[in-house]
T-cell receptor, first 114, second 118 residues
Framework: NAGVTQTPKFRILKIGQSMTLQCTQD?????MYWYRQDPGMGLKLIYY???????DKGEVPNGYNVSRSTTEDFPLRLELAAPSQTSVYFC?????????????FGPGTRLLVL | AQSVAQPEDQVNVAEGNPLTVKCTYS??????LFWYVQYPNRGLQFLLK??????LVKGSYGFEAEFNKSQTSFHLKKPSALVSDSALYFC????????????????FGAGTRLAVHP
């Protein structure tokens, strides 16, 4: 199993550009998450999904959108990039509600908005 | 509001010595507590969790954590540190507030960098 994979590893965006961060998991997990990690801070939840077709906002959803058309994929969309979105983005998954905190993380995408 | 605090930005330990990474929490009711580790250029990896039961919880890679309700602490420990344990360690607690989709998110501490020297 590859686990949770994320692409790209690193990206530089100009202010106002848009992009999609890709996330795929091959563990058949129902729960998937997007976090951002800022220097000196813990992870903040952006969006999450409890299954295909279901997505919900986390604590910092503004400026982002997600979709979950399949169990495997959970892309994160930035529509109008802003410098405040410079961060490291992590996708994660977990099998179900009972083990929702045993999350498996991808390697991250480092995003720089200039 | 629920929160966790990791009072040390960095902990330095000699290889072979015991290590402790500190975490304190503030939650209403019984806490669900977790430790994650992040190796350089990698995502976080789950280490261990406390839900209920024994106050000493054993996890991956020889780590354990001690839940202390009176001190509201959940310190991570290992009897003998390895250089390969050098990483960023995050403590987390399950939030009591339920998000709109029925999920209780994790609240993460800011992280403690552990440096184990040969």
């Amino acid at each position: 199993n590859a686990g949770v994979t994320q692409t790209p590893k690193f990206r530089i965006l100009k202010i106002g550009q848009s992009m999609t961060l890709q996330c795929t998991q091959d563990m058949n997990h129902n729960y998937m998450y997007w976090y951002r990690q800022d220097p000196g801070m813990g992870l903040k939840l952006i969006y999450y999904s409890v299954g295909a077709g279901i997505t919900d906002k986390g604590e910092v959803p503004n400026g982002y959108n997600v979709s979950r058309s399949t169990t495997e994929d959970f892309p994160l969309r930035l529509e109008l990039a802003a410098p405040s979105q410079t961060s490291v983005y992590f996708c994660a998954s977990s099998p179900d509600r009972l083990f929702q905190e045993t999350q498996y993380f991808g390697p991250g995408t480092r995003l720089l908005v200039l | 509001a629920q929160s966790v605090a990791q009072p040390e930005d960095q902990v330095n330990v000699a290889e072979g010595n015991p290590l402790t990474v500190k975490c304190t929490y503030s939650v209403s009711g019984n806490p669900y507590l977790f430790w994650y580790v992040q190796y350089p250029n990698r995502g976080l990896q789950f280490l261990l969790k406390y839900i209920t039961g024994d106050n000493l919880v054993k996890g991956s890679y020889g780590f354990e954590a001690e839940f202390n309700k009176s001190q509201t602490s959940f310190h991570l420990k290992k009897p003998s540190a390895l250089v390969s344990d050098s990483a960023l360690y995050f403590c987390a607690v399950r939030d009591r507030e339920v998000l709109s989709g029925g999920y209780n998110k994790l609240i993460f501490g800011a992280g403690t960098r552990l440096a184990v020297h040969p």
